[in-house]
């Protein structure tokens, strides 16, 4: 290697993609000054600061040279401080601080900090799992990032209090004082983390078949009904009757957790379910994602392979809604921004819950409701039809009575729940999807036997404009959900007609 040239390596993220970066160093005998390129965004670029008083705070004198640090490939736009230990590593490379040969092939990921310690940075998960897959095994974080570096299997993890630390690791003759590390900020509060138990919902035994049904197939539910009937309380207990995440899903979730901060690595892997409950007045960026340069995961993200809950659904804004039918239809949400394109996957249950109008007392007959009828027509039509076209359940609740009795608890519910996942997985073994809701209608069609007289209702349905084609699909794959779940091996008619009331019950 020439003299004057160090490098190293790090990580970008491009959503929870991963690119293993060479972070390359250039000392000349000019002018002192640094200079950064390589499409780095506005906080990437301020890590020069950072750096340059790192090194000193560390006790090296920073290198009296035009020093250049590139991040190659020069193309792929890079955020964010998880830079600041390779570019100072690269740098004191190429003066010769440590040794070059030692630096090469480590991967080094941490934010400095001006007096020399290192702080944790998001997206730990991803980035290490991307420098595995690259056959990049050594790696380099700050100590308050170790737990979660050390999740990904195959990666020899090292966790570093300071920059001192490191530098003496690759053969510098430096003083390493003992520090306070620095741990990662409490994470945000992660949905689904308390699971609640259906037996504290009274009555609604209409709304709790929905729910179980919604929670066997993955199928997308409506809530209608008058304050206090519990719809927040059903639909906050739905991730308690859902099977655990597979491994794979488990690793996929953390890994958008850990961009989004909301990860706590001293849990583990997210095995179960998360949690999103946005309150109506956020924004379209929060629930889809966004932010300057490289946009992260928004609520639809993070509630990847669980539930999504949008509570008083009529008062969000149109905009939010309708970002909803990418993912709802696709599984994941694509994010355009000026400094490139995030993939996010958002596979996740839509729950919305509504009341029946403004004032939330038409009931019954509407006699307390002191809504005219072109309120309530304007306050439900803020759920577009394509929206409610991809909602498989519809149910109205009604005011419970002091008479009424608590139901099952999750875990006898969430038995037969599992019962019908399982039915699912055989069905669909070798196939590209795992749930009824996933599976195309034309493959449900084709398995339901000779009779075809089991959908003619359907078909009735669509020819009076009841239902579109669409509709007349998800009918039919909650049918074969209510079979699953009632043990049988392909639905008959009673099923379909089942179906079709859970569609449209909530409708009127």
Same mark, same amino acid.
């Given at each position: 290697?020439?003299?004057? #040239?160090?490098?190293? =390596?790090?990580?970008?993220?491009?959503?929870?993609?991963?690119?293993?970066?060479?972070?390359? *160093?250039? #000392?000349?005998?000019?002018?002192?000054?640094?200079?950064?390129?390589?499409?780095?965004?506005?906080?990437?670029?301020?890590?020069?600061?950072?750096?340059?008083?790192? %090194?000193?705070?560390?006790?090296?004198?920073?290198?009296?040279?035009? @020093?250049?640090?590139?991040?190659?490939?020069?193309?792929?736009?890079?955020?964010?401080?998880?830079?600041?230990?390779?570019?100072?590593?690269?740098?004191?490379?190429?003066?010769?601080?440590?040794?070059?040969?030692?630096?090469?092939?480590?991967?080094?990921?941490?934010?400095?900090?001006?007096?020399?310690?290192?702080?944790?940075?998001?997206?730990? =998960?991803?980035?290490?799992?991307?420098? @595995?897959?690259?056959?990049?095994?050594?790696?380099?974080?700050?100590?308050?990032?170790?737990?979660?570096?050390? &999740?990904?299997?195959? *990666?020899?993890?090292?966790?570093?209090?300071?920059?001192?630390? @490191? #530098?003496?690791?690759?053969?510098?003759?430096?003083?390493?004082?003992?520090?306070?590390? /620095?741990?990662?900020?409490?994470?945000?509060?992660?949905?689904?983390?308390?699971?609640?138990?259906?037996?504290?919902?009274?009555?609604?035994?209409?709304?709790? $078949?929905?729910?179980?049904?919604?929670?066997?197939?993955?199928?997308?539910?409506?809530?209608?009904?008058?304050?206090?009937?519990?719809?927040?309380?059903?639909?906050?207990?739905?991730?308690?009757?859902?099977?655990?995440?597979?491994?794979?899903?488990?690793?996929?979730?953390?890994?958008?957790?850990?961009?989004?901060?909301?990860?706590?690595?001293?849990?583990?892997?997210?095995?179960?379910?998360?949690?999103?409950?946005?309150?109506?007045?956020?924004?379209?960026?929060? %629930?889809?994602?966004?932010?300057?340069? %490289?946009?992260?995961?928004?609520?639809?993200?993070?509630?990847?392979?669980?539930? &999504?809950?949008?509570?008083?659904?009529?008062?969000?804004?149109?905009?939010? +809604?309708?970002?909803?039918?990418?993912?709802?239809?696709?599984?994941?949400?694509?994010?355009?921004? *000026?400094?490139?394109?995030?993939?996010?996957?958002?596979?996740?249950?839509? /729950?919305?819950?509504?009341?029946?109008?403004?004032?939330?007392?038409?009931?019954?007959?509407?006699?307390?409701?002191?809504?005219?009828?072109?309120?309530?027509?304007?306050?439900?039509?803020?759920?577009?039809?394509?929206?409610?076209?991809? %909602?498989?359940?519809?149910?109205?609740?009604?005011?419970?009575?002091?008479?009424?009795?608590?139901?099952?608890?999750?875990?006898?519910?969430?038995?037969?729940?599992?019962?019908?996942?399982?039915?699912?997985?055989?069905?669909?073994?070798?196939?590209?999807?795992?749930?009824?809701?996933?599976?195309?209608?034309? $493959?449900?069609?084709?398995?339901?036997?000779?009779?075809?007289?089991?959908?003619?209702? +359907?078909?009735?349905?669509?020819?009076?404009?009841?239902?579109?084609? !669409?509709?007349?699909? !998800?009918?039919?794959? /909650?049918?074969?959900?209510?079979?699953?779940?009632?043990?049988?091996?392909?639905?008959?008619?009673?099923?379909?007609?089942?179906?079709?009331? +859970?569609?449209?019950?909530?409708?009127?």
């Amino acid at each position: 290697m020439s003299a004057g #040239l160090g490098s190293t =390596l790090a990580v970008a993220l491009v959503g929870l993609r991963g690119h293993v970066v060479d972070v390359e *160093a250039h #000392l000349a005998a000019a002018l002192p000054a640094f200079t950064l390129v390589g499409l780095p965004d506005a906080a990437l670029a301020e890590s020069r600061d950072r750096v340059r008083a790192a %090194v000193a705070s560390s006790g090296l004198t920073w290198p009296n040279r035009r @020093v250049t640090v590139n991040l190659s490939p020069a193309t792929l736009p890079k955020s964010g401080s998880s830079f600041d230990l390779a570019i100072a590593i690269a740098a004191l490379a190429g003066a010769r601080t440590v040794d070059p040969e030692r630096t090469r092939d480590v991967v080094h990921l941490g934010e400095l900090g001006l007096d020399g310690r290192l702080r944790p940075v998001r997206g730990v =998960l991803p980035a290490v799992a991307a420098a @595995v897959a690259a056959g990049r095994t050594r790696i380099v974080v700050p100590v308050g990032n170790v737990e979660e570096a050390t &999740l990904v299997p195959g *990666a020899d993890v090292r966790g570093a209090h300071s920059l001192a630390q @490191v #530098l003496a690791w690759h053969g510098a003759e430096i003083e390493v004082a003992d520090v306070e590390p /620095v741990r990662d900020d409490e994470p945000e509060t992660r949905g689904g983390t308390r699971l609640l138990d259906l037996a504290d919902v009274v009555g609604q035994p209409e709304a709790r $078949w929905c729910l179980e049904v919604a929670a066997a197939g993955g199928h997308h539910l409506l809530m209608v009904g008058a304050p206090g009937t519990g719809k927040t309380m059903l639909a906050a207990r739905l991730p308690g009757i859902l099977p655990d995440l597979s491994e794979a899903d488990a690793v996929e979730v953390t890994a958008i957790h850990s961009v989004a901060g909301t990860f706590d690595p001293g849990e583990g892997l997210v095995r179960r379910p998360p949690f999103e409950d946005p309150h109506h007045t956020a924004t379209p960026q929060s %629930v889809i994602g966004g932010g300057s340069g %490289v946009p992260r995961p928004g609520a639809a993200s993070r509630a990847h392979r669980g539930v &999504l809950f949008l509570d008083e659904a009529p008062e969000f804004t149109t905009a939010v +809604l309708q970002t909803l039918r990418q993912p709802l239809e696709h599984g994941e949400l694509v994010l355009h921004r *000026a400094m490139g394109t995030a993939r996010y996957p958002a596979c996740f249950q839509l /729950v919305l819950a509504a009341n029946p109008c403004p004032c939330g007392r038409a009931v019954g007959k509407g006699l307390d409701c002191s809504c005219r009828p072109e309120q309530r027509r304007r306050y439900f039509g803020r759920l577009s039809g394509p929206l409610l076209d991809r %909602v498989d359940l519809q149910v109205e609740l009604q005011p419970s009575r002091a008479s009424d009795r608590s139901g099952e608890s999750s875990a006898v519910v969430a038995r037969r729940v599992a019962g019908a996942r399982a039915a699912q997985a055989e069905r669909f073994a070798g196939l590209p999807w795992r749930t009824c809701a996933q599976a195309p209608a034309a $493959w449900l069609r084709e398995r339901l036997g000779p009779d075809r007289s089991l959908v003619s209702s +359907l078909a009735v349905q669509v020819d009076r404009g009841a239902l579109s084609l !669409r509709g007349a699909d !998800r009918v039919l794959r /909650v049918a074969w959900t209510v079979a699953d779940l009632a043990g049988r091996t392909a639905p008959g008619r009673d099923d379909v007609a089942t179906a079709l009331a +859970l569609r449209t019950m909530g409708a009127s």
